[in-house]
């Protein structure tokens, strides 16, 4: 809630103004526990962030008797979805570089950066971690900056240094990647920020691992890492361990792709946060929290790759990080039906990777492997609970009927697809590295092969096809390819 004392307003004014508003948020809970993804058992209600008139029964003293502060300048942000880290950096992220850094609009970094979290919940550490750059004072969320009976505390979000309630002039904006910015254009701000906090290479990607490879220079080898997804019931590459072997095996074989004449491939472990680990800062994220340590791990292991390998979903964000124009690229594994039946979803989304890469004028490029082969696709862990809990009927409604609601980010259908757990054959995988790999170091063959429909794979039975994304039907064109489209394996 946010209280004007601006005349124009005030109830008392017969001449008075409509009273400003702002846009809802969409947003899904973050669930406690991996069971259940955000996307299915978090959707909630639209939170609003409301605006009155002050009245004469205000509740605190300084709301009563207001002293204004033209030192604090509270930046209030409100975005859909804002607990979904590749939708934040799309949305937000993008946004803020380009008003505060871009264009200046508060200068010295001295804006108060508020996120408004739906419900009061509190910061992921990551927030602060994205938007740490573009302020020199933490971030806070809403409820922080209006908790009550708390004046005169010390608080390192205000230019006072002491808490404070009234505030001269406050911004507000609904943000929604409006400015048209790249996020790759933001992360590489973010990161010349955060770098010396960066380890280096934490995964071992460099000159003793191409050594180990039998490279005359780290040059000639390509650098791949593979995401690990541990403790989640939902969208797990399994046999991530069979697919670093098959790396090695693949470069003792003799590998040779574009400039590249070793592989080295490392596994990136992803584990699901335990929400009993630690309580949530009550205000700012600390500098010393081990979600700050995670991003910066990240960030440093996927600098440090020309190719990273990842489940559909919000670890694209970090390929955001990559180091731009540097033979840099990201290549999306899509569920069976993900890439296919529900191709319109999985390439036009507002943040899907492929269209966010490309308005980064391919400084990282992306590729897709759709994989289309049932052997390799199993169910989430939550498919066999749905299923059974929907066979006596409908399942109920959830949030009174007279709360507004945005429409579903996904219906349940494209989230048992997009969700699936994948055992992938190494064989096609390997195949689709390596002719990624031919395209990394070249952005004009890369954009020569994607107008050709050759930067999408599908992961079929037969092995790799190579063909434009959103097929409806592979199987008739796996009937109907040749040796230049199929690469069976």
Request: glycine letters at 8%.
């Amino acid at each position: 809630m946010l209280v004007t004392h601006d005349a124009r307003f005030q109830i008392e004014n017969v001449k008075r103004q409509g009273t400003p508003g702002f846009p809802s948020v969409a947003w899904h809970l973050p669930v406690r526990v991996p069971t259940f993804p955000d996307a299915l058992a978090g959707y909630q209600p639209d939170f609003l962030v409301k605006v009155r008139p002050a009245s004469k029964v205000e509740p605190t003293p300084p709301l009563r008797h207001p002293s204004w502060s033209n030192c604090t300048l509270p930046v209030v942000l409100l975005s859909d979805y804002p607990y979904n880290m590749k939708s934040f950096m799309v949305r937000v992220v993008s946004d803020v570089d380009s008003m505060l850094r871009v264009k200046g609009m508060v200068p010295d970094r001295k804006a108060t950066l508020v996120l408004a979290t739906p419900s009061g919940l509190a910061l992921e550490p990551w927030h602060a971690g994205l938007l740490a750059p573009y302020s020199r004072r933490p971030l806070i969320t809403l409820a922080e900056l209006g908790r009550r009976y708390a004046e005169g505390q010390p608080a390192e979000w205000s230019g006072e240094g002491t808490r404070i309630h009234c505030f001269a002039q406050v911004v507000v904006c609904k943000l929604n990647q409006n400015e048209g910015r790249p996020p790759t254009e933001a992360a590489a701000a973010i990161y010349a920020d955060m770098e010396p906090a960066v380890p280096r290479d934490p995964l071992g990607l460099g000159a003793a691992a191409a050594a180990a490879a039998g490279a005359g220079s780290p040059d000639e080898v390509l650098r791949v890492i593979i995401e690990e997804r541990a403790g989640m019931g939902w969208r797990t590459l399994r046999n991530v361990a069979e697919l670093i072997k098959a790396c090695e095996q693949l470069n003792a074989q003799g590998f040779t792709a574009g400039p590249f004449k070793k592989i080295v491939c490392k596994a990136m472990p992803r584990t699901y946060p335990d929400p009993a680990a630690a309580a949530p800062a009550p205000s700012a994220v600390p500098s010393g929290d081990p979600g700050l340590a995670a991003l910066r791990a990240a960030v440093g292991a996927v600098r440090a790759a020309h190719l990273l390998v990842a489940v559909t979903g919000s670890s694209g964000a970090n390929a955001f990080f990559m180091e731009p124009n540097k033979a840099s690229g990201f290549l999306e594994v899509r569920p069976c039906g993900w890439g296919t039946v529900h191709a319109a979803k999985a390439n036009e989304d507002f943040d899907a990777m492929e269209a966010q890469l490309r308005k980064g004028d391919d400084a990282v490029r992306f590729f897709a492997y759709n994989v289309e082969d049932p052997a390799q696709c199993s169910p989430p862990d939550y498919g066999q609970t749905l299923s059974l809990a929907t066979q006596a009927g409908p399942l109920p409604q959830h949030g009174h009927p007279l709360q507004p609601r945005n429409p579903r980010r996904y219906s349940p259908e494209q989230l048992l697809a997009r969700d699936q757990h994948l055992t992938l054959r190494a064989a096609p995988l390997m195949e689709m590295i390596k002719h990624a790999a031919g395209l990394l170091s070249d952005k004009s063959a890369y954009q020569q092969a994607r107008t050709a429909g050759r930067t999408h794979g599908y992961g079929v039975k037969e092995g790799l096809l190579l063909a434009p994304g959103g097929q409806a039907d592979v199987a008739a064109l796996v009937a109907g390819a040749g040796a230049d489209k199929l690469i069976r394996v």
